[in-house]
């Protein structure tokens, strides 16, 4: 068994640029299930796997509106890689394709202002830097 990842050096990149000052990260990936019964009976004759959701989701010190415009415009990137161990040959990348920016919020707290932005993608590979 591996040790669990530290991400105090995690790094969110918008293609090949890095998206600095991430204050934290999600992801999900969801699987509809596609499910039919028979007549005679309470369980599932038939339950598989069905069309695939990945979101992602960040939250860093809001620098400018660039993901507001993003999610008026309905523009797309072409891939966010999120790096859990940090950057570095051999270490683990999830690369998430063609992302839509859905939703941008903002948030004042305390002493710093935040930006949250939401996105859905096409596809999503586990990988190696």
Do not use: H
């Amino acid at each position: 068994m591996s040790a669990p990842l530290v991400a105090k050096n995690a790094v969110l990149w918008d293609g090949t640029a890095a998206i600095a000052w991430i204050k934290e990260v999600r992801w999900r990936i969801r699987s509809e299930p596609v499910k039919d019964y028979k007549s005679d009976s309470l369980d599932p004759a038939i339950l598989e796997a069905g069309n695939m959701t990945y979101e992602i989701s960040f939250r860093r010190f809001y620098i400018n509106k660039i993901y507001a415009e993003k999610v008026k415009t309905g523009t797309k990137i072409t891939a966010a890689e999120i790096r859990p161990a940090g950057t570095g040959a051999g270490l683990e990348k999830i690369t998430f394709g063609n992302l839509l920016f859905l939703e941008f919020e903002g948030q004042w707290a305390n002493t710093a202002i935040y930006e949250s932005v939401s996105c859905e993608a096409a596809s999503v590979v586990f990988g190696t830097q």
